[in-house]
């Protein structure tokens, strides 16, 4: 069966009718509301049956076969599909060298390492999905992407701006690159800023002059919310009957040893930690401090030391152990909905964070996965398949792996144990749940540990995602 319009809802015909004849679009609709099937269609309405083009798609490893194989394949049957091996890239290299047209299918890193063999392949159309992965514009896969010279390009990420304003210029370059030319230039139209004195840095950067810009972007770009007003045609969003997301935070008092090593290292840039609490662990500069009072706020820690150099300043590699009050609220949490027979997602910046989860899991008996950075691409897809079926009962991952392209839609609460200092990684993290099949409201946990800079980083984060709403557009 080939693709028809009426398989669309009604604000996907519309976003199809107003981007088709426009060489380059972007597509922000909130995560959720079918983005994938909308640039399906938008690449099959182009190539009006032609299968001899080449559409390249560029998206995470998660979305390769669970998101996009598998809607090209029951949509447009007829249209050849060829995925990109990661451990074997050669093939996909060599098909699209030749004259077989159809739709190839790659991951972001897969396009770095291979961009000076496909940057000439005459590619009729690139969609690339999650966005911001180019928002570096000094990132070797933004650069290697933008040798790409295809006839349409749509760009499409209901974040695509992950936590600074600025690094919208990359996307927007990469679409209209005539227009916004200079990063400079907009950086100065489009930025505000004050001035971190002596030093004088950019701090505090938030959008200005939004509605010009919004004005030179209406006609090449869609925004639709689920539950929000977008649009005149949608005062409640295009998905008013998806149930809501419920916000809570669940506070917690760190353990004794914990406490004394976030107090330490708060006050003297130093802890003494371990198993008896003798080896020091050195923050030199006060990014690392902030990092290791986030881990401190969510475990506590041993230090391995790879030589007596290391030791001697302190400076050793640091993995995250117990004790831990975030973990024993987690467990509590997690039994009470598996005794029910409701499954959790579980997400936290820190892998390590997650295979400690997982330990006291495996201990309490509860069936779970673990997903991470170092999960391999089969087991990816097993633990997403198993989810969905019911199998698994615990969905534990990073934020940054696992919160991106997945359908976790039959659980309906998620549980951080932190942040990301992303606001969009933590947002589309959320919407791995509140989607289209979601048939309860999706209950957010926020565990916060008390005294600690939990509380400042999510309202940093908070203030931040104000600014990149706005810089979409959203009322």
């Known amino acids: 069966m080939s693709l028809l319009r009426s398989d669309l809802y009604e604000f996907q015909q519309e976003d199809i009718d107003k981007l088709f ?28 049956g032609n299968i001899t ?52 299918i790659a991951h972001w890193e897969g396009i770095r390492l291979e961009h000076q063999s496909l940057r000439d392949v005459p590619w009729y159309h690139i969609i690339a999905d999650e966005c911001q992965k180019m928002q570096n514009r000094k990132a070797q896969v933004t650069q290697a992407i933008k040798k790409f010279k295809p006839t349409f390009r749509t760009a499409m990420s209901g974040t695509p701006i992950t936590t600074n304003v600025e690094q919208y210029w990359s996307v927007l370059n990469w679409l209209w690159p005539s227009v916004f030319r200079s990063y400079w230039s907009y950086y100065k139209r489009y930025i505000t800023y004050d001035i971190k004195y002596p030093e004088g840095y950019h701090i505090n950067k938030r959008p200005q002059n939004i509605e010009e810009l919004l004005a030179i972007l209406e006609p090449f770009t869609v925004r639709h919310l689920k539950k929000e007003p977008c649009c005149e045609h949608h005062p409640n969003g295009v998905m008013p009957w998806l149930p809501d997301k419920m916000y809570e935070q669940y506070w917690v008092d760190l353990t004794p040893v914990q406490r004394k090593a976030y107090n330490d290292m708060k006050r003297d840039f130093v802890s003494w930690v371990g198993a008896q609490g003798d080896k020091p662990l050195v923050a030199p500069v006060v990014i690392a401090r902030l990092v290791r009072l986030q881990q401190f706020a969510l475990a506590y820690a041993e230090v391995v030391y790879d030589n007596d150099e290391e030791e001697e300043h302190g400076l050793g590699r640091v993995i995250l152990s117990e004790p831990s009050s975030k973990f024993e609220a987690a467990e509590e949490i997690i039994l009470e909905h598996v005794e029910a027979g409701e499954q959790v997602v579980v997400y936290s910046q820190f892998s390590q964070a997650i295979k400690l989860l997982g330990k006291r899991l495996e201990k309490a008996g509860i069936n779970h996965a673990l997903y991470t950075g170092a999960t391999s691409d089969s087991e990816r897809t097993r633990i997403v398949r198993g989810f969905l079926a019911g199998e698994i009962g615990v969905f534990a991952g990073t934020i940054k792996a696992g919160g991106i392209g997945l359908d976790l839609f039959t659980a309906s609460t998620v549980i951080f144990l932190d942040r990301s200092w992303s606001p969009s990684e933590n947002v589309q993290a959320e919407d791995r749940l509140h989607r289209h099949g979601q048939k309860n409201s999706v209950r957010i946990i926020d565990i916060m540990a008390r005294n600690t800079i939990d509380l400042g980083r999510k309202q940093q984060i908070d203030l931040k995602w104000s600014f990149i709403k706005q810089l979409l557009g959203d009322k």
């Open 53 to 104: 083009v080449k559409t390249l798609v560029v998206c995470n490893k998660a979305g390769v076969e669970a998101t996009w194989y598998k809607h090209f394949s029951e949509l447009c049957p007829e249209v050849p599909i060829v995925i990109m091996d990661a451990k074997a890239r050669g093939a996909f290299v060599k098909a699209a060298q030749s004259k077989q047209g159809g739709i190839f």
């Open 21 to 48: 004849s426009s060489a380059s679009v972007l597509i922000t609709n909130e995560m959720g509301t079918g983005k994938t099937y909308e640039a399906v269609a938008l690449d099959y309405f182009r190539r009006q």
